[in-house]
């Protein structure tokens, strides 16, 4: 199996940068544009089934991709669940929930933003994703679309390595990485790749999955 990962178009919240997590936020002009670029750049890439995140910015990038409105919605793909810091940037979190702040980047696999979601339950979901995929398409090209954080641990676990480690793979907004599986392991053929975007475009995009302070 190949899969083919999106992550899915810039929205106004990304550029604010706001914990999004499974808030319904649209693309915005540019992610729209972006998604473009990703549809001329496939265009000649057979798919044999498309998956999206239910979320609109992640089903909005897959239909301007592929041209139709058949790409397969799964919650599973949905983003980590950021619970009450959904909206806010890290500064106003750090500013209003500075303990559960404190505990959760001290152990995000285990700890949750209050009302939200942990890393380890991310990681079930996406587990059970890839799982149900490799089953049901053996020897086909699938295109994913979803969600920086979401595309960071499908990589951890398509690679066998600890989903701590999901803040060491970036992923841009609108860019293209793919893993393809064999019977001895998966092979990461290539990761966060924007060539396909104009050469204006900032190349990167935040994610609060990804933060880390520079040492």
Not at 25 to 33: A, D, F, M, Q, V
Not at 157 to 177: C, D
Request: aromatic share 6%.
């Amino acid at each position: 199996m190949n899969l083919l990962l999106i992550r899915h178009g810039q929205t106004n919240w990304n550029l604010e940068q706001r914990f999004q997590g499974q808030s319904d936020i649209p693309l915005n002009e540019t992610g729209r544009n972006q998604a473009h670029a990703l549809a001329d750049r496939l265009s000649a890439e057979p798919f044999e089934a498309v998956y999206s995140s239910d979320l609109q910015r992640a089903t909005e990038t897959a239909n301007i991709i592929t041209q139709i409105s058949g790409c397969k919605p799964d919650l599973r793909l949905r983003e980590v669940n950021f619970g009450d810091w959904e909206g806010l940037t890290y500064d106003e979190i750090k500013a209003k929930h500075p303990d559960t702040l404190a505990d959760w980047e001290a152990d995000i696999f285990k700890n949750a933003p209050p009302h939200g979601e942990t890393l380890e339950g991310l990681s079930v979901r996406v587990q059970s994703m890839l799982d149900e995929l490799r089953e049901k398409h053996e020897d086909q090209n699938i295109l994913i679309v979803a969600h920086g954080g979401v595309l960071q641990t499908l990589i951890c676990l398509a690679l066998k390595l600890p989903s701590t480690m999901y803040w060491q793979f970036h992923l841009s907004t609108a860019s293209l990485s793919e893993v393809a599986f064999y019977p001895a392991g998966a092979i990461l053929n290539s990761l966060n790749d924007t060539s396909h975007l104009p050469k204006s475009a900032p190349k990167k995009a935040w994610n609060p999955l990804s933060r880390r302070e520079k040492s």
